[in-house]
């Protein structure tokens, strides 16, 4: 393991207390493993449209719908279409109840 993809590793270790399985296939390629690393923390922990509880619900709603890490690209399909629903309803929900 190079210098870089060590640096890259410890600071995900820093971030998220564990290594992702994820995160060391990547290791093989860290400047995608970088760029990966960094993505998921700029979804999942600075500011957005939706508030940090309603991101984290969202990707435990996902992971939870997810049998294994292999899964079969319909169901992939039905999960995505499922969040993207679940997040259209969110952003655009009228607080009065009414659609």
């Known amino acids: 393991m190079d210098a870089g993809t060590q640096l ?6 820093a ?9 060391l296939v990547m ?5 995608y493993l970088g ?3 960094r993505t998921q923390h700029y979804l999942l922990q600075m500011d957005g449209p939706l508030s940090l509880h309603y991101r984290h619900y969202i990707g435990i709603m996902v992971r939870s719908g997810l ?4 899964i079969s690209a319909p169901c ?3 999960v995505c279409q ?12 009228d607080p009065a109840g009414g659609s």
Not at 15 to 23: C, D, F, P, T
């Open 67 to 70: 049998p294994s890490d292999i």
């Open 8 to 13: 890259i590793f410890e600071d995900a270790f």
């Open 15 to 23: 971030a998220l207390g564990r290594l992702e399985n994820i995160s």
């Open 35 to 37: 760029s990966f690393l």
């Open 76 to 78: 992939l399909t039905v």
């Open 82 to 93: 499922a969040v993207k629903h679940l997040v259209v309803d969110i952003l655009f929900c």
């Open 27 to 31: 290791g093989f390629h860290p400047q």
